[in-house]
Structure formats: C-alpha cells, structure tokens
T-cell receptor, first 113, second 114 residues
Framework: SQTIHQWPATLVQPVGSPLSLECTVEGTSNPNLYWYRQAAGRGLQLLFYSVGIGQISSEVPQNLSASRPQDRQFILSSKKLLLSDSGFYLCAWSSRGGNSPLHFGNGTRLTVT | AQTVTQSQPEMSVQEAETVTLSCTYD???????LFWYKQPPSRQMILVIR??????QNATENRFSVNFQKAAKSFSLKISDSQLGDAAMYFCAYRGSGNTPLVFGKGTRLSVIA
C-alpha cells in the first residue's frame, strides 16, 4: 500500500533562517506531488506541484521554492523565512488522472518567530 | 480558472440528525471530478467521498452522500445520523480531467452537538 511521510511535524524558526521540509512517498511510482499551505482556520492554498523529477509548477510567487530530486521525494525550501510564512504545510500525492484523489501527509506546523 | 465556493463557514447539527453542507463550483469543462475532504482537529486530511461528473448517480459512502447537480454546478454533502466524530472542517474540491491539482473551497466547520 502507498504511504506518505512528511517531517518534521512541528517547527519553530526565527525570521531570516532557512527552511527545509521533506516529503516522501512509498508504494507508488511517478506520482504527482503537491505542497499546500493552510493558514489558521482557513482553506488550502496550493503552493507547488510536480508531475515528474525536476518539474515544478509554482502557483503563488513568494518566499518559498520546491524541488523534486527523486521520483518520490518533494522538498519545500526557503532561504530566509518571513513571519508571513507561518502556517500549516501539507504535502500530498496523487496518481495521474483527474479521478485520482489527493492523499495527504500529516502536515508540518511552522511558526516563524 | 476554476473556483470552488463553500458559502457556509460554520454549521452545527444535533447528534443523530442529518446535515447538508453546500458547495458550488465554476468551470467551463464538461469532464471533471469532485471531492469532499474532512479535516478533524488532528488536521489530517481524510477523503470522504468523490464524484465523477460523467456519472448521473450520486455517490454514497455509508452515512455520507452527495447531491450532484451538474447543470447548477452544485455538489452538496449530506451526513446522516451525525456522530460526534463527524465534527471537523469539511472541504469541497474540484479537479479537471487533465493532470491538474485540486482546487479547494475555504471549508465549512461542522460542530456536532450531543
């Protein structure tokens, strides 16, 4: 069966520090991979998605970047965090095709102080 | 661009009663897919139910069912025999027929009253 791992679960970082959140998927190959952000009590905002190694689509220009160095690995990064980067970050994967739902990781709660 | 609207920021229901959560969407595509996700306090996103636009029959999953009105672009979720464990944020989501990401609504927070 497929599983998705996302870490860390919680992170507190000072303003101006770098960020690296990692997500890996097991049990499937060539998945679509996604990073979403959820502000407190709000909906999900798509940040990045990838349909293949090295292929990244950015939905919202901002202080973050994403990379996919391996088929089942998706990394969210920042060189210098801003206070506004605080939030709940969710990684997800799906198979190809519109009828495939997204399967989410457990999320990372990021607090920038 | 496709948009998904959930007009009810908060809803409440008595335990064992039935509640309906509303969702409308805007698209020019004829082939697409719709989903409802549940996010309990743990913040884990859980797939509740999905509907293919080409299917006229409404999807059902145990106590959860949808009312899919394609012409009206409406996709409501009905929860029957509500339980305390149903308390959560519920998100409606749309996905086109291509290899595209899901578009989510802003969510409806459901409270279940014992």
């Amino acid at each position: 069966s497929q599983t998705i791992h996302q870490w860390p679960a919680t992170l507190v970082q000072p303003v101006g520090s770098p960020l690296s959140l990692e997500c890996t998927v097991e049990g499937t190959s060539n998945p679509n991979l996604y990073w979403y952000r959820q502000a407190a009590g709000r909906g999900l905002q798509l940040l990045f998605y990838s349909v293949g190694i090295g292929q990244i689509s950015s939905e919202v220009p901002q202080n973050l970047s994403a990379s996919r160095p391996q088929d089942r690995q998706f990394i969210l990064s920042s060189k210098k965090l801003l206070l506004s980067d605080s939030g709940f970050y969710l990684c997800a994967w799906s198979s190809r095709g519109g009828n495939s739902p997204l399967h989410f990781g457990n999320g990372t709660r990021l607090t920038v102080t | 661009a496709q948009t998904v609207t959930q007009s009810q920021p908060e809803m409440s229901v008595q335990e064992a009663e039935t509640v309906t959560l509303s969702c409308t969407y805007d698209t020019s595509e004829s082939d697409y897919y719709l989903f409802w996700y549940k996010q309990p306090p743990s913040r884990q996103m859980i797939l509740v139910i999905r509907q293919e636009a080409y299917k006229q029959q409404n999807a059902t999953e145990n106590r959860f069912s949808v009312n899919f009105q394609k012409a009206a672009k409406s996709f409501s979720l009905k929860i029957s025999d509500s339980q305390l464990g149903d308390a959560a944020m519920y998100f409606c989501a749309y996905r086109g027929s291509g290899n595209t990401p899901l578009v989510f609504g802003k969510g409806t927070r459901l409270s279940v009253i014992a």
